[in-house]
């Protein structure tokens, strides 16, 4: 009995220590990994955080340049306000490609973005916020950037009234934000819909998902377009993952104003509803 006991006794305070010495080993390794520099792939708030390895000490992230190889047309398709500026930059930082646009805004291509106004073979893939059967025929594949209504609205208002980095003032929401909205709710609506009709392969990114799950968003979406980077490679969206053009901070002016009414969210809510539902038809989900 007493030897029984002992042995007993000796189980657990080897147990112990053991749990004791694993429970260690990984303090002091998320502690040396939260201090270190970039550099060793870890999934951290759905970004790549990087923790120390000599291999990616020196490494640069490539020139943003033209292809010099012909590349597939490819639709980069959102409502406005959803991310594109922000899903291009990630693109590029990857790739080392220039993302195009069938627009030619001045500012973003002061900013690193030299295919504005480019939609021929030379860029990874085009913006567009048109959805015209015009449109949709001149693409051989899409990828359908999708973000939830009211924030889409609410970052599209923004942008019309205090430009890419901005917010609205508060005279613009009490004077303009009903109009828009009543206007703009039907084009959110209308604009996914009818890109989530399109004959090519399509590919689906939720800005939330961009959001949270960064690395595994990225990786996917370039899967879709058949391009390969290497782990180094995907190092450079780290390194400036916001880029110029990512809106700051949240907007305070329009406090004490519901912007959203109780009929207007249901509104949002079936619209939301029926776009995922088109999707999941679709097998791409949402």
């Known amino acids: 009995m007493f030897r029984r006991q002992r042995c007993s006794k000796t189980l657990v305070i080897t147990v112990a220590i053991a749990v004791t010495y694993i429970l260690a080993c990984n303090f002091f390794t998320l502690y040396h990994l939260s201090k270190s520099k970039p550099n060793y792939f870890v999934h951290k708030y759905g970004l790549l955080y990087l923790g120390h390895l000599q291999t990616f000490k020196n490494w640069t992230c490539k020139p943003v340049l033209f292809s010099k190889t012909p590349l597939q047309s490819t639709a980069l398709a959102s409502y406005p306000g959803s991310g594109n500026s922000w899903l291009r930059h990630l693109l590029q930082q990857t790739t080392g490609i220039v993302t195009g646009s069938e627009y030619v805004d001045f500012s973003l291509k002061y900013h690193g973005f030299l295919g504005e106004g480019v ?144 009929s207007i969210k249901q509104t949002l809510a079936s619209y939301w509803k029926e776009i995922t539902m088109l999707a999941h038809k679709k097998k791409l989900g949402l």
């Open 119 to 262: 939609t021929n073979s030379s860029v990874l893939v085009v913006k567009t916020h048109e959805y015209g059967n015009t449109t949709l025929m001149k693409y051989d594949r899409a990828v359908l950037l999708v973000r939830a209504p009211e924030e889409a609205l609410l970052a599209e208002f923004n942008r019309r009234y205090a430009g890419h980095l901005g917010h609205a003032q508060k005279l613009h929401f009490k004077k303009e934000w009903k109009p828009f909205l009543f206007e703009e709710m039907d084009n959110w609506f209308n604009f996914n819909k009818r890109w989530l009709t399109f004959r090519g392969k399509l590919h689906i990114v939720k800005y939330d998902e961009l959001i949270q799950n960064t690395s595994a968003e990225i990786v996917a979406l370039l899967k879709f377009l058949n391009i390969s980077v290497s782990s180094k490679e995907l190092l450079c969206v780290v390194r400036n993952v916001d880029g110029h053009f990512k809106r700051p901070g949240t907007n305070h002016n329009y406090s004490g104003q519901k912007l959203y009414q109780p």
